[in-house]
């Protein structure tokens, strides 16, 4: 009986393995036709401590090593997968020291009166005028999407307010501005040599190109099914555009698919590389083509290479443009877990301007101490050569970074604070105006009101746009008004002396009574009343005023 028992359970256990088997590979040739799953991973962006969501259910609910396992082989039967190497103990602070600050943070940029949302994206029109893509009032958050990544906010309707904004580079000043009632979430902002903009919006898993500026408002190309994620035909949150001097373009494809795509400039699909690599932890040394969320893209024309920001790998991907074809990646310990974006500038024989971003593992706290900076790496030696942050701190939530082709300024878009940044280099930055500073602090002082939550967001991001000064140009700034006054107040006060005949450089211009001119008169000791008056409460009055004047400026 024992026996019969012992066969079945072994008959048993050949079947479920069998059956296991089969199960698996199934998933495996649906993810390979681009089937999609009853559920995927929902991604949102740096707005909280965790890389990724817990308890995400893969067709029947599986657990955690069974998303890790499944996502390794997406797209491939046995993906070359290192082990996670152990990191070495870094002390992330001393060596942050040790990088240079080559870049001067303009705290005065851009104008007070320019109103931001969470900004996304950053780019340079051909004029050279500085356009930012931002969200005006729209926030992404937890229940934006749902696990397949469909939006959950349409009956908000699009944005009512103009999401593109074209900044002067020198005042900040906005010169134009476009983008209402079309854009539901914006993310991704570039502008091709014909000075076309390309856009993405995640909510509508939509790639749009528009003429300069935005001209007519309506796009001039359109690819992807609006409200509607997927993969043939498709996009699922796609995240940022490049385009080619002969207008055939890529496009980063995105939170969900992790793959790029090639397209002529007629929209015609050409090519398409990438595997996902959402593993719930990133790699030192991530495998080549594999993507956690590629999340910003630039070309580097000398070497006719792609350049992706592959975010949650906390590296940069570099691919020959022509065929996608593996090139190099860029990391280092000091950049971290998490690269949301890179700018390329061929200044000084090729660099990468590298923005990074807080990190977190997946549902725990952070294990490694990760400091939030704009980064600079040499692209032949593949080191970092300095770093820059406002007013040479951290920054809070950085997505996005540009650079000017000769590397002198950088401009850096953060959701939050909501704003926009500019940073010059120090062989040719200019001291900052008092006039500035003063304009600055009048603007800090005015009171914000809210009646309702639309006017307080408003209210919330004019008041992080505006960009104050530092500690210590204030300071300069202090005491230039107090030496000022100060010798205004001593001014008066000896002007006053001098004309009381108090000063003993003074006495020669007071001419006596009893200074002989006609001869000595008693009479012109007098009045008609007699002797004159002793004033008593003229030095009473004086010090008073003294103290007045100086208070003033103190």
């Not at 491939?76 to 080559?102: H, S």
């Not at 949301?340 to 660099?351: D, I, Q, R, V």
């Not at 990468?352 to 294990?367: D, F, Q, R, S, Y």
């Not at 939550?453 to 500690?471: F, K």
């Amino acid at each position: 009986m024992s026996r019969f028992n012992k066969k079945n359970d072994i008959s048993n256990y050949n079947n479920c393995v069998r059956s296991c088997y089969n199960y698996l590979a199934l998933i495996g040739v649906l993810l390979c036709c681009g089937c999609p799953l009853t559920a995927s991973i929902a991604v949102t962006e740096n707005v909280d401590n965790q890389r990724y969501l817990q308890n995400v259910a893969i067709a029947s609910g599986s657990n955690s090593d069974r998303l890790h396992q499944m996502l390794k082989g997406v797209g491939a039967a046995e993906p070359n997968w290192p082990q996670r190497a152990k990191q070495e103990v870094t002390d992330v602070k001393t060596e942050m020291a040790k990088l240079n600050t080559t870049y001067v943070y303009q705290n005065a940029w851009p104008a007070n009166n320019v109103k931001l949302g969470a900004v996304t994206a950053v780019s340079f029109d051909k004029a050279g005028n500085v356009v930012v893509f931002h969200r005006v009032d729209r926030i992404w958050s937890q229940t934006t999407f749902n696990n397949s990544n469909v939006y959950q906010e349409r009956s908000k309707g699009p944005i009512r307010e103009n999401t593109v904004l074209g900044l002067e580079p020198e005042s900040g000043k906005v010169l134009y501005s476009w983008g209402k009632n079309f854009f539901y979430m914006p993310h991704g902002l570039s502008i091709d040599p014909e000075d076309n903009v390309w856009v993405t919006d995640v909510a509508l898993h939509q790639v749009f190109k528009f003429p300069p500026r935005g001209a007519g408002g309506k796009p001039l190309l359109t690819l992807g099914s609006a409200f509607h994620p997927g993969i043939k035909n498709k996009f699922c949150k796609p995240t940022a555009v490049a385009v080619l001097n002969n207008a055939d373009f890529f496009v980063a494809d995105g939170y969900c698919n992790a793959r790029i795509i090639k397209y002529s400039k007629h929209g015609e699909q050409i090519l398409v590389w990438g595997q996902n690599s959402f593993a719930g932890f990133s790699y030192d040394v991530a495998p080549p083509n594999f993507f956690a969320i590629p999340h910003a893209l630039t070309l580097v024309p000398e070497l006719e290479l792609l350049c992706a920001a592959d975010r949650e790998n906390g590296r940069v991907q570099c691919f020959y443009s022509n065929n996608g074809t593996f090139h190099s990646q860029y990391h280092n310990p000091l950049i971290g877990d998490r690269l949301f974006s890179m700018a390329y500038t061929p200044a000084a024989g090729g660099e990468l301007v590298i923005v990074n971003g807080p990190t977190a593992e997946l549902g725990v706290a952070p294990t490694d101490s990760n400091l939030v900076y704009g980064f600079v790496m040499n692209m032949r030696t593949k080191q970092l050569i300095s770093k820059f942050g406002p007013n040479n701190l951290q920054f809070e939530n950085p997505h996005d970074v540009a650079v000017t082709e000769d590397g002198n300024c950088i401009y850096v878009a953060e959701l939050n604070p909501m704003r926009i940044h500019k940073f010059v280099h120090k062989s040719i930055s200019k001291p900052m105006s008092l006039s500035a500073l003063k304009t600055n602090s009048s603007a800090k002082s005015e009171p914000a009101t809210a009646t309702n939550m639309s006017e307080t967001i408003n209210n919330i991001d004019q008041t992080q746009t505006a960009h104050h000064p530092s500690g210590k140009a204030i300071m300069v700034a202090s005491m230039m008004l107090l030496f000022a006054g100060s010798t205004f107040a001593l001014a008066l006060i000896m002007a006053r002396r001098r004309k009381r005949g108090c000063l003993p450089f003074g006495t020669h211009n007071r001419r006596h009574a009893w200074e002989k001119t006609e001869g000595f008169k008693l009479g012109g000791l007098l009045d008609r009343n007699g002797f004159e008056k002793l004033d008593q409460n003229a030095s009473d009055e004086e010090q008073e005023q003294e103290t007045t004047s100086l208070s003033q400026y103190a």
